[in-house]
């Protein structure tokens, strides 16, 4: 057996928290009430899953409303964190034409394409406008200001600075004069500059501006407070405390960041200033001091062409932690009981505890455990009785590089409290495992905690997909009709440096025949390679399998198609999330930036997110 990829695993084991109780008595409740030790794999693919698991991954298209709703009414109807910063920290960054620009310190300034990140300029934004006229972007870097051209890539220098004076945070006002914050010594005042002539004229004490043209108002920040100028008539009036405000593109919020006792949070506000709304839900951390929010969230900037929020989140207990850009939706409509049980759960697949805990009436200290873990889920049905809306949802568990696989049935009870609905109670109903004895190679299949039904051992596969003697049986999914298995056969090798590849199998129960889907072999002599885990969607027809290799524990999404025995597609430096409408939710790694993909496995296509 090769010691090495034995050793990973067995640390593996040991490294993650397994909840024995709950797998023990999940159809008692959904929610686990035992602590969870930090947990999965220490190499950098997977410290960036996990860091990144503070996202929520779910995608809903909200275009631009024509109309105006106040601030207190309009609802999050999203929260998701969808890049992450690995290494090369963001500075800066715009939303603008439907694109994403982002800063990276020392390695220049981006786009978000379907591609990942493309590179601009190599020059560095220490801070953006958030406009733009005629495809031009404002930034500055170490005291100067610049223009740059998105269609050509050129930058240009406008307003140089000195050792005494530096220049900042640049907006438009129109397409020959700017505002800038001008920085001397401890002093910082906003000056509006005359592009042609040059010429500086003091508007304010403060900094952060942001010109809101419809209204000819300048919004900014001074001493840890918002404020909003009448250009016309030089009237100031007080917004809230906060900074870093920004306004959204149609000109009828401002967005900011409010610290309240140590925990900060994102705010909206009418610009008329009449009402406003908490859009975050910072929460402690969970061993750390209790007196501050588990995330610092900076520069909350507006989408250009969605009532949306662009938000940067890094948490503040966590020295390895990346800096993640997190959106956050809006609408005046309320999102229905079906919507947030699968927000809910999609929370809780990417162990975003905070945003799940939200949802709920009565949170309990600790919602996640490493192992079993949730990796899927179904909606199936809701009816409403009496002010209670039930909404029945099946959720797939697994168990990470182990034969355990699970379809829970629940049943969440919701009521509707002002605009939105909110989780009271959740209890399983029904239950269906696939599981070894100890992790042993033979399965078994387990309703409702009953009688076990024994399925198939390792010494009933025919010989012929046994290609080594030292291999066993690891991760594996269940059909939805329970009527075909897919597991996977583990090789190791006898000793390290020698290949092992991963074989998958589906196995028939009425015909209780073996056949094979798909046999992964490493790329050469000295590779071995690891399943950690596999999912199918909710047709039952597509099946991804999470690879890792070694050495170099490089990150591989495989695809199949249960029902062609064929694989469809592949994904170095990448990881599955979950399915949502037969469409793979994906994190892909890009030089230590990981981003959230949407596969199309009937077109082969994929979306950024």
């Given amino acids: 057996m090769d010691d090495k990829i034995e050793k990973n695993l067995h640390e593996l084991k040991e490294q993650i928290y397994v909840n024995n109780e709950l797998k023990q008595d999940l159809r008692k409740t959904f929610v686990p009430k035992s602590k969870r030790r930090k947990s999965l794999w220490r190499n950098p693919w997977i410290s960036g899953l996990l860091a990144a698991a503070v996202f929520m991954a779910f995608y809903f298209s909200n275009s631009q409303p024509d109309h105006f709703v106040k601030a207190s009414s309009l609802n999050i109807t999203n929260s998701i964190s969808f890049m992450d910063i690995g290494s090369g920290e963001v500075v800066a960054y715009s939303h603008q034409k439907g694109s994403l620009y982002v800063s990276l310190r ?35 870097q170490n005291g100067t200001i610049y223009i740059l051209a998105l269609q050509t890539k050129e930058s240009k220098e406008i307003m140089k600075g000195t050792s005494d004076i530096s220049y900042s945070q640049p907006t438009w006002k129109d ?28 508007v304010t004490k403060g900094s952060s501006p942001v010109f809101v043209e419809k209204e000819n108002k300048l919004i900014f920040e001074r001493d840890s407070q918002i404020f909003m100028k009448d250009i016309k008539n030089g009237e100031e009036s007080f917004v809230d405390k906060g900074i870093d405000p920004a306004v959204s593109a149609d000109g009828a919020y401002i967005s900011y960041v409010k610290n309240n006792n140590g925990f900060d949070d994102v705010w909206i506000k009418d610009l008329d200033l009449e009402t406003k709304k908490k859009v975050t839900t910072n929460v402690p951390p969970r061993f750390e001091n209790k007196n501050q929010g588990l995330y610092q969230y900076t520069l909350p900037i507006w989408s250009s062409n969605e009532r949306s929020l662009y938000v940067l989140k890094l948490s503040q207990f966590d020295p390895n932690a990346s800096i993640q850009i997190m959106k956050i939706s809006l609408n005046e409509k309320a999102i229905s009981a079906e919507e947030t049980v699968e927000r809910y759960l999609q929370a809780l697949i990417v162990r975003d505890d905070d945003y799940a805990k939200s949802m709920m009436e009565q949170p309990p200290e600790f919602l996640t455990v490493s192992n079993p873990h949730q990796i899927g889920y179904d909606v199936i049905s809701s009816k409403e009785k009496n002010g209670i809306t039930t909404v029945t949802a099946n959720v797939y568990w697994t168990y990470t590089a182990n034969p ?19 989780i009271q109670n959740i209890a399983e109903t029904e239950g269906v495992e696939v599981t070894s004895a ?6 078994f299949l387990v309703k409702d905690g009953g009688d076990r039904e ?21 991760s594996l999914v269940i059909s939805p009709n329970e009527k075909d298995v897919i597991f996977s056969l583990q090789e190791m090798a006898e000793k390290v440096g020698e290949p092992a590849g991963v074989t998958i199998l589906k196995y028939d129960r009425d015909q209780k025949t073996f056949t094979e889907i798909s046999r992964l072999e490493p790329k050469n002599n000295s590779e071995s390679l690891v399943i950690e885990q596999m999912s199918l969607d909710s047709t039952g027809q597509y099946v991804v399998a999470d690879v890792f290799s070694e050495p170099g524990f490089v990150s591989t999404t495989y695809l199949f198609d249960v ?13 599955s999330l979950f399915w949502q409408n037969q469409k793979l939710i994906m994190q892909v790694m890009d030089e230590n930036k990981s981003m959230l993909y949407e596969f199309d496995p009937k077109t082969n296509e994929k979306y950024k997110f």
Avoid: C, W
């Fill in 106 to 140: 020392d390695q220049g300034i981006f786009k978000y394409t379907n591609e990942g990140l493309t590179n601009l300029t190599k020059e560095v934004a220490d801070s953006m406008s958030q406009s733009i006229i005629e495809d031009q972007l404002l930034f500055s």
């Fill in 175 to 202: 397409k020959n004069t700017i505002y800038v914050t001008k920085n001397e010594g401890s002093k910082s005042e906003i000056v509006e500059i005359n592009l042609k002539t040059m010429k500086e004229t003091s």
């Fill in 404 to 422: 355990y696989y699970k379809v829970g049935t629940y049943q969440f009870e919701l009521k509707q409290e002002k605009s939105q609905y909110i």
């Fill in 438 to 443: 100890d992790f042993s190679n033979e399965l």
């Fill in 454 to 474: 024994r399925l198939f051992s390792l010494t009933d596969i025919p010989k012929e997909f046994l290609l080594t003697d030292s291999v066993r049986i690891s």
């Fill in 563 to 575: 029902v062609k025995g064929e694989k469809v597609d592949q994904f170095t430096g990448s990881h």
